[in-house]
């Protein structure tokens, strides 16, 4: 039995008279970029993260860029954050000029290790940003305290988080100065095309926020800042609000194919001390991905993929080492719990429409490779 990592038409199966008739309705509106659209999303996005305020942008990468651009990121200021994660994180602050500052990663979790973080404040630090990995809090009460103490902005990748809460019910995007998500179709919420958000605690931020993602007009053809085309598409905000009312059901999916997998790995002969899979830890894990941490990484995904079962890995080399950040100055070996996790992260399906039969599949394999 083969098996996809991903497969959005099953998801699409679901909804689709709903979401074809709202897609005509835009199209027949005429009305395609911002609008009351845009306006209506933000809202009930607003209120499903627990925010004051939230301010639809063109991507995830972009709402990063925005939150650093609005802090007063630039040239001679240092940014701490983790070098296992996605490029954007990374990419948004040496665009602004400014240097990534690594720590390590907490290896129980893949994500930031606070007290690491922590040690790396100097008088260049301007900002922090953490990453929720995977669908999983990132602790950062202490830091967000850090960063208060100094007048410098927390800010949350949630790109991949959106609903991921902490032991206290605190949702991803609520805590820090702003929160940047992704609606990139892979994401627990996804849109049908590239989409991003930024969550903040202050409206005046918000709409300060709105005037950047537009050239920095506050009134056509009168620029206040120096913004950027940020804008979100009319179109993806009404597929997202559609989405939106079905995501807390595909989380709770998530979470029981986690569940599952657990089982299955203890039905299969899965060798525990040659596959972890993620504790479930405190407060609530979203699963945008189901990342383990296997020996022999690389012999497992070839042998998945010999039996058509999707797996991926995320990430396979740390941002630090790079090609164009070497002029940075790291070296292998500076983040060790980092590059354990890139040759050991291996991603398996875990998404809402997954059956009992394919869970099955996934850990009979992966059983059979350790045999």
């Known amino acids: 039995m083969s098996v996809p990592l991903l497969d959005l038409t099953r998801q699409y199966a679901s909804f689709q008279d709903e979401i074809e008739a709202t897609v005509l309705e835009v199209c027949r509106s005429g009305k395609y ?15 499903y993260c627990g925010t004051a305020d939230a301010v639809g942008v063109t991507s995830g990468s972009d709402a990063l860029l925005m939150a650093l651009m609005d802090a007063g990121v630039g040239p001679g200021d240092e940014v701490i954050t983790t070098p296992f994660t996605f490029f954007a994180t990374v990419g948004a602050i040496t665009r602004l000029g400014a240097k990534p500052r ?3 990663i907490d290896p129980a979790t893949f994500n930031l290790d606070e007290s690491a973080a922590l040690a790396a404040f100097n008088e260049c630090t301007k900002a922090v940003v953490v990453v929720h990995l995977f669908g999983r809090w990132s602790p950062c009460d202490r830091l967000l305290h850090a960063c208060d103490e100094r007048g410098i902005a927390l800010i949350e990748d949630a790109a991949q988080a959106i609903g991921c809460e902490d032991a206290d019910k605190r949702r991803a995007g609520s805590v820090g100065r702003y929160g940047a998500f992704s609606f990139f179709p892979s994401k627990n919420l996804g849109a049908f095309g590239d989409g991003g958000l930024i969550t903040v605690q202050d409206k005046q931020v918000g709409e300060r926020l709105r005037v950047l993602r537009n050239h920095g007009q506050s009134r056509t053809y009168y620029h206040d800042l120096i913004g950027g085309n940020f804008r979100l598409d009319a179109l993806q905000a009404a597929v997202l609000s559609v989405k939106l009312k079905y995501l807390e059901g595909w989380h709770a999916s998530r979470r029981a194919n986690a569940e599952k997998y657990r089982e299955a790995f203890e039905q299969a002969g899965v060798p525990a001390d040659k596959v972890t899979p993620p504790a479930p830890g405190g407060g609530r894990h979203i699963y945008n991905q189901f990342t383990l941490r296997c020996a022999d990484r690389d012999g497992l995904l070839e042998h998945l993929r010999a039996r058509e079962i999707g797996c991926a890995v995320y990430y396979p080399l740390g941002l630090h080492l790079q090609p164009c950040f070497a002029d940075l100055g ?8 980092a590059e354990q996790a890139c040759n050991e992260a291996l991603s398996i399906p875990v998404f809402p429409e997954l059956t009992a039969a394919e869970i099955n599949e996934v850990a009979t394999a992966i059983a059979d490779f350790y045999k």
């Open 33 to 47: 970029i911002l609008g009351d659209t845009v306006a209506r999303f933000e809202r009930e996005a607003a209120e």
């Open 330 to 337: 790291y070296h292998e070996g500076d983040f060790p719990h």
């Open 102 to 104: 690594f720590v390590d």
